[in-house]
């Protein structure tokens, strides 16, 4: 007969192995394993003590000798365990990751976690892990272009220097327009948001015309300056830089930032500058207007005011967007540049590399 590890306990060992075997606030696994142990020092078989708890003598033996080995610290904690092995091998979880960067599936422009599973045979959450674990997302897609502009660089980095280095005595203007706002209205009134439904809008709506807006932001302070109109020609750009030149201090400099659409460098608008020498216009470099920072405010304007707008006619169209600028200018924010030329430009020298390298469709 196999005879089991002798345990020997010290008055304090026993006192704190004791108040764990009455101790209701412990884990129940906590109190058994204390309880073995007492047990164990009374001589008692593993056998006897497994009789006595309704356990198997493998487990009774197992605590016995974890207690001998690691003192009352061992009793709680389990002790690691190697895990389910694993049922996808690492070269089907390549072969995953390789079909989703390299290959598109038959009919379609992109993978699906149920197009891939079929394919590498495995389930649509196994695709899922491993996309998720490589930060794989083909479901996305997001508008991307390198500028073939010749002077990139040296555009990139005068613009970028007026955003975090602006000179002094100057205001630093981020211009453009969003063109062809379109009035909408819906055919039907949408259903109110409430609790388990979203707020609902009709898919079909009336255009009720366009407006323009030319707006000028303010890169210290966040104010903008903004005027729409129906049109955005060259006739038009001029108005707005003569507002410009109306409400900004006459003694500043005027560093405007704009893209390189036709009216901003018209003859006429050229010849305007020339008699106003205040005014010192930056182009961004061609297929690069995420530069110009008015852009963001744009984007919040669509998001925030016209996107779920109702506009029965232009006039109305216009009064939301005059009141969407007043209430931004009652409390502005400025956006803040911090990306240097040098980290953008090492940037765009990466995605040059990665379209050359990219795998042939």
Known sequence: MRIARAVTLDLKQREQLEQRARARSLPARVVERARIVLRAAEGMQDKEIAREFSITPEKSARWRNRFLEGG????????????????????????????????????????????????????????????????????????????????????????????????????????????????LDRTQPGLPLKAGRAQTMTHDYKRNGTASLFAALNVLDGTVIGMCQERHRHQEWLKFLRVIDDVTPTDQALYLIAD??????????QAWLERHPRFHMYFT???SSWLNMVERFFRDLTQNRLRRGTFRDVEELIMAVEGYIDNHNENPKPFIWTAKAADILEQVKRARRARHNRPSA
Do not use: C
Not at 73 to 93: F, H, N, Q, S, W
Not at 112 to 138: C, D, F
């Open 72 to 183: 009352l610290a061992a009793l709680e904690k389990d002790a690691p365990r190697p895990g389910r092995t694993p049922t996808i091998t690492p070269a089907r979880v390549q072969r995953v990751i390789d079909k989703t960067i390299r290959e598109k599936p038959r009919n379609a422009t992109h993978w699906s976690t149920r197009t891939m599973a079929q394919v590498v045979g495995i389930s649509e959450a196994s695709v899922r892990r491993i996309w998720h674990a490589h930060g794989l997302k083909p479901h996305l897609v997001k508008t991307f272009k390198i500028s073939r502009d010749p002077d990139f660089a040296q555009k990139l980095e005068a613009i970028v220097g007026l955003y975090m280095n602006p000179p002094e005595h100057a205001l630093v203007l981020s211009v453009d327009e969003k063109s062809q706002i379109q009035a």
């Open 260 to 269: 390189n659409y036709a009216t901003h460098k018209h003859p006429k608008v």
């Open 285 to 287: 470099p061609t297929g």
